[in-house]
T-cell receptor, first 115, second 113 residues
């Protein structure tokens, strides 16, 4: 079956611009996670959705970052007033086990470059 | 706080065994994972071990867990050039409010023919 998909695969934007990154989870998965992976580092947790609600947004670095999942399926990560330090690969993962780290399936990521 | 540490680089010859090590700090971790990341590809779950186990074997992969020392290792037998990748150790919780994973910084495995 189809895995987690993310669009776009690459995004180049200028400093100060607004960007949206999209994640399509595996069908039927109620849990959705966003992680950020900087060059040479492991992924860092950003936010977790259970259904439509953000159950844990403790990893969002500041209020320029926001994510939504209005219908409990597709999620969009939104970054306002982008900064060069936001450049990273943004990974999405989904799971059928809400609140459990067990078996999270990752998408290929969106590589964001802020110039 | 939660922290996961790994050595950054390992080089082996094809056919040898590789051992990648990891230490973690959260004693309440329920699951410990090994993920593989190849260039341009997403994270692939290789294997995991439940915290009440001390060993798990899955074909060429052996995971050893020393819960007392909070030390996890991944042994790859008969390492092949296709095993060249970055390997991430991660800890997680089987049942919590979030299920978020805490990753190490990754170990780059280089396999020489």
């Amino acid at each position: 079956g189809a895995g987690v998909s993310q669009t776009p695969s690459n995004k180049v934007t200028e400093k100060g611009k607004y960007v949206e990154l999209r994640c399509d989870p595996i069908s039927g998965h109620t849990a959705l996670y966003w992680y950020r992976q900087s060059l040479g580092q492991g992924p860092e947790f950003l936010i977790y959705f259970q259904g439509t609600g953000a159950a844990d947004d403790s990893g969002l670095p500041n209020d320029r970052f926001f994510a939504v999942r209005p219908e409990g399926s597709v999620s969009t990560l939104k970054i306002q007033r982008t900064e060069r330090g936001d450049s990273a690969v943004y990974l999405c993962a989904s799971s059928s086990n809400p609140g459990s780290s067990y078996e999270q399936y990752f998408g290929p990521g969106t590589r964001l470059t802020v110039t | 706080g939660e922290d996961v540490e790994q050595s950054l680089f390992l080089s082996v010859r094809e056919g040898d065994s590789s051992v990648i090590n990891c230490t973690y700090t959260d004693s309440s971790s329920t699951y410990l994972y090994w993920y593989k990341q190849e260039p341009g590809a997403g994270l692939q779950l290789l294997t995991y071990i439940f915290s009440n186990m001390d060993m798990k074997q899955d074909q060429r992969l052996t995971v050893l867990l020393n819960k007392k020392d909070k030390h996890l290792s991944l042994r790859i037998a008969d390492t092949q050039t296709g095993d060249s990748a970055i390997y991430f150790c991660a800890e997680g919780h089987g049942s919590s409010n979030t299920g978020k994973l805490i990753f190490g910084q990754g170990t780059t495995l280089q396999v020489k023919p």
